[in-house]
């Protein structure tokens, strides 16, 4: 009996550990109450960058080692929004200086870091006139809570929520994009509200919690890892345009689970294969992304 108690115990242990593998969050200090703002350092292979935070709104400012205010091309506000579980998030409502937008992107991030690091990964997108509203999950940055994966899909769904009921976004396409766990994230979230979205971008994502832990943990890890949602799963019944990418080169989620997704989805859809690094398209192929976007929510077999 104690045997098998052990096994059990053991099993149970193991599948929690890989169940956090999932989620590798960036927590920031709270500020102080006699605070009115915290620096965070940024370091780059370029520069670095010191980025003051005030209270209450968490509103970024960026300066240099000499103190300069660094100037962008694209403004930035920062909002505090109530997740359907509770916990207050943290996101960043991005907009381009020398243009209108006509399109939204909703970014749903990886596993890892906070919104400093992650909206990084879009903002070459700016550049092309998106609009785009990043935000931390509960437990990430200064976004409250805990973070868990059940929290992620709740999070997801509430930026929906609070992004259309935005007057800046009423009266633009809107159009989630995902990257890594992120990317996962988008399939369930856009096949749950497809009627209040006109695309999905799918990067660099995986197919399924139990398909990615049997990559890096054999049978084990799909006998472990709890299935709680799935990209794969949810995009087979999702009809609106969807534009899947990946990465030949990636070293992270392989290829191949690229494009399962795509072959589970339904049309209007498009592959993009690319090469560099995990969920780099941006930074590489904006041009291009941009244009398929813009191509894949005009098609005039969209569903309205």
């Keep these: 009996m104690k045997i098998i108690l052990t096994i059990l115990t053991v099993l149970l242990l193991t599948a929690c550990s890989f169940n956090k593998l999932y989620l590798q969050p960036t927590k920031l200090p709270q500020i102080p109450p006699d605070k009115e703002e915290i620096t965070i350092t940024a370091s780059t292979k370029n520069d670095t960058t010191l980025v003051v935070f ?17 100037k962008h091309d694209f403004t930035i506000e920062s909002v505090v929004f109530k997740s359907e579980n509770g916990n207050s998030l943290n996101g960043w409502f991005i907009k381009p200086k020398n243009f209108t937008p006509t399109i939204t992107l909703l970014h749903f991030h990886g596993n890892a870091g906070f919104l400093l690091s992650q909206f990084q990964a879009v903002a070459p ?30 999070d997801g769904n509430s930026a929906l929520t609070y992004l259309k009921s935005r007057d800046d976004v009423k009266n633009t396409k809107l159009v989630i994009y995902g990257q890594s766990l992120g990317g996962h994230l988008s399939a369930v979230v856009a ?37 709680k949602y799935s990209a794969y799963k949810s995009i087979q019944t999702y009809k609106k345009p969807l534009l899947v990418i990946h990465s030949t080169e990636d070293k992270i989620i392989p290829f191949k689970m690229g494009q399962k997704i795509y072959n589970s989805a339904n049309e209007p859809k498009e592959f993009y294969e690319i090469r560099k690094c995990h969920i780099c398209g941006p930074t590489f192929y904006a041009d291009s992304i941009s244009a398929k976007i813009e191509n894949m929510i005009n098609l005039p077999n969209n569903p309205q």
């Excluded at 209270?55 to 080692?65: A, I």
């Excluded at 092309?128 to 931390?136: A, E, L, T």
């Excluded at 832990?213 to 054999?218: F, N, Q, Y």
């Design 125 to 154: 997108l700016l550049k092309y006139g998106f609009q785009i509203f990043v935000f931390d999950y509960s437990g990430f940055g200064f976004s409250e809570g805990k973070a868990t994966r059940r929290n992620v899909l709740i």
């Design 191 to 227: 096949q749950q509200r497809e009627a209040e979205i006109d695309g999905l971008v799918i990067e660099g994502a995986f197919s399924s919690h139990k398909d990615i832990s049997a990559v890096k943990a054999g049978f084990l890890g799909r006998m472990l890892v709890s299935e």
């Design 54 to 70: 005030q209270s209450k709104t968490f509103q970024p400012t960026f300066f240099n080692t000499k103190n300069d205010t660094l």
